[in-house]
């Protein structure tokens, strides 16, 4: 099975800050690739999908980029709504199963 | 409203079975693929199984082959998870969760709040 990793596993940083997330694949995946934001108590929220494609209504600020092994998550200008931890997932409609990287969690500096 | 909600969650001693239901409504249930995905108390998301649209397919997580049975019901849009021969390692909130594919990339658009699934004696 594919693996995913993520980094770094937290990072702190000030409303205004740019953040940027990795995540890598054991094997390349394409742009079969979807980043998920979770706040605490809460169920997952789609972000991306397709390492680069916009959920319809998440915020402009939020982009994804990357193929084949090496992916990254953007967040241009971190508001303080932003402060949660966020997962990424390998992708594959191939593929039934379905990883998740270990998650990011990004916290107020 | 389109929505997903789970329920069946509770505790269980070891070795029990518990079952999870998740009723789906505001879409077109038998359109979709189906998962649950499950998240350990401070750990991260952890897949466990997925059931095809139409209920011809099924596969599981290593952690739970052998143990859990996905199944589906389209014509009262339900989704099942029965866990049988629990562990505690098995101690999560358990989520019902949409696919969607789109350009050969599966993702999930749609989770439900999750139900807490708790293994202790």
């Known amino acids: 099975d594919i693996q995913m990793t993520q980094s770094p596993s937290s990072v702190s940083a000030s409303v205004g800050d740019r953040v940027t997330i990795t995540c890598r694949a054991t094997q390349g995946i394409r742009s079969w690739l979807a980043w998920y934001q979770q706040k605490p108590g809460k169920a997952p929220k789609l972000l991306i999908y397709?390492?680069?494609s916009l959920q319809s209504g998440v915020p402009s600020r939020f982009s994804g980029s990357g193929s084949g092994t090496d992916f990254t998550l953007t967040i241009s200008s971190l508001q303080a709504e932003d402060f949660a931890t966020y997962y990424c997932?390998?992708?594959?409609?191939?593929?039934?199963?379905?990883?998740f990287g270990g998650g990011t969690k990004v916290e107020i500096k | 409203q389109v929505q997903l909600v789970e329920s069946g969650g509770g505790v269980a001693q070891p070795g029990r079975s518990l079952r999870l239901s998740c009723a789906a409504s505001g879409f077109t249930f038998r359109n979709y693929g189906m998962h649950w995905v499950r998240q350990a108390p401070g750990k991260g998301l952890e897949w466990v199984a997925v059931?095809?649209?139409?209920?011809?397919?099924?596969y599981y997580a290593d952690s739970v082959k052998g143990r859990f049975t996905i199944s589906r019901d389209n014509s009262k849009n339900t989704l099942d998870l029965q866990m049988n021969s629990l562990r505690a390692d098995d101690t999560a909130v358990y989520y019902c969760?949409?696919?969607?594919?789109?350009?050969?990339?599966?993702?999930?658009?749609?989770w439900g709040r999750g139900t807490l699934v708790t293994v202790s004696s």
């Open positions: 969760v949409r696919d969607v594919v789109n350009s050969g990339c599966r993702y999930f658009d749609l």
């Open positions: 397709a390492a680069s």
């Open positions: 997932q390998q992708a594959n409609s191939l593929s039934p199963v379905l990883t």
């Open positions: 059931i095809w649209y139409d209920g011809s397919k099924k």
